[in-house]
């Protein structure tokens, strides 16, 4: 950080190259592009591939608000697909989302579980569409092998302070391994400037931070360790938590190398339970409690409660416990030991 300070090279700049190509080589990508946020690593991507005004981009029903933001930012309409049990689109359901303008489809791999990519690339390209992976919550999960953020086009991560990677802010990144992609939202993140006085395409001001890229550098380095620890935690957690009557674990993937950005699950009575265990010390959460589908701001894409029936039902049903690497086993022990009193109780 001092030597950022004494450079003064707070743009771009040599740090943020760095950056790059640590992440690039930590999800095995050729490019790494830092951005502004998460939420403009899935946008910058979209308007690389030209996507606007009168385009579809397919998603899912019970994501987090960027996703449909980022869409919405683009010019494009959401489209929404319902998820399954492992909280992420269920993919058998993605013919009735086609119409004649949808344009890509942007899978969230939601929670730190990873989508049914080849399933989504099948239909993909049987229809032509472009594919840009919500890779926010799950950045180093695997499946069959495959990082999550590899099987589109490009994908975005975010490194907000609540994702796997967190810095000091807001900051994202996109990765891909398609030159033309690359030099797009190069260009895109920094006003379309091709050089100092040359402006190719109109562009936005999304640069990642070089103060950013510096505390991104340390944390980078300790991505293996970190979600070693959350899955760690999350077994543990599934081995105390798995007999108790009341409660129901999403389905464990064996193809999956889930990184357990959340630890959900479905629980009887959720909101009683929920106080219950903010009242003794466990920051439980609800992810998410008012489907995107069906909040205010949404109203003009005409759905009603009921369209997204899995969803819905997520949105009664699940809670989140925390499973970050800095728990304790004594921590991770208080929680069991609460969800447990909790269903015992009378
Ligand atoms: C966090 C998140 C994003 C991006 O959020 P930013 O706050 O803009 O970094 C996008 N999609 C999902 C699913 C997320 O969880």
């Not at 981009?57 to 489209?79: K, L, Q, S």
């Not at 997520?314 to 809670?319: K, L, P």
Request: hydrophobic share 45%; charged share 25%.
């Amino acid at each position: 950080m001092r030597e950022l300070v004494r450079s003064g090279d707070f743009t771009l700049g040599k740090v943020v190259g760095e950056f790059e190509a640590m992440f690039a080589e930590a999800v095995g990508v050729r490019h790494a592009i830092g951005v502004g946020s998460g939420t403009d690593a899935l946008k910058i991507p979209l308007k690389a591939l030209g996507i606007g005004p009168g385009d579809e981009v397919i998603t899912t029903a019970n994501t987090f608000w960027a996703t449909v933001g980022a869409i919405a930012e683009a010019g494009a309409r959401p489209v929404f697909v319902d998820c399954d049990d492992s909280f992420c689109m269920d993919v058998a359901q993605l013919d009735g989302a086609l119409t004649s303008r949808t344009r890509a489809i942007m899978p969230v791999h939601l929670t730190g579980d990873v989508t049914d990519m080849p399933k989504v690339m099948a239909f993909a390209e049987r229809h032509g569409l472009a594919i840009v992976e919500d890779g926010c919550q799950s950045l180093m999960a695997q499946l069959d092998g495959q990082p999550a953020g590899t099987f589109g086009v490009a994908a975005g991560f975010s490194m907000h302070p609540l994702k796997i990677i967190n810095v000091w802010g807001d900051a994202g990144v996109v990765v891909t391994n398609d030159d033309e992609m690359d030099r797009k939202c190069r260009l895109l993140r920094n006003h379309g400037l091709r050089n100092r006085d040359e402006m190719e395409i109109l562009g936005y001001n999304s640069r990642l931070d070089s103060v950013q890229a510096v505390v991104g550098k340390w944390i980078l380095r300790q991505i293996e360790d970190i979600v070693r620890r959350r899955a760690e935690n999350a077994a543990y957690y599934d081995a105390g938590l798995r007999d108790v009557a009341g409660i129901r674990l999403p389905p464990r993937n064996p193809r999956v190398r889930n990184v357990y950005l959340l630890y959900m699950f479905f629980a009887e009575r959720r909101d009683a339970l929920l106080e219950y265990l903010v009242a003794h010390g466990v920051e439980a959460k609800v992810h998410y409690p008012v489907p995107i589908y069906q909040q205010d701001a949404l109203r003009f894409l005409g759905h009603k409660a009921g369209d997204f029936p899995v969803t819905d039902r997520h949105a009664r049903e699940v809670i989140t416990l925390p499973v970050d690497q800095h728990l304790s086993v004594a921590e991770l022990d208080h929680v069991i030991e609460t969800v447990r009193n909790f269903y015992s109780r009378k």
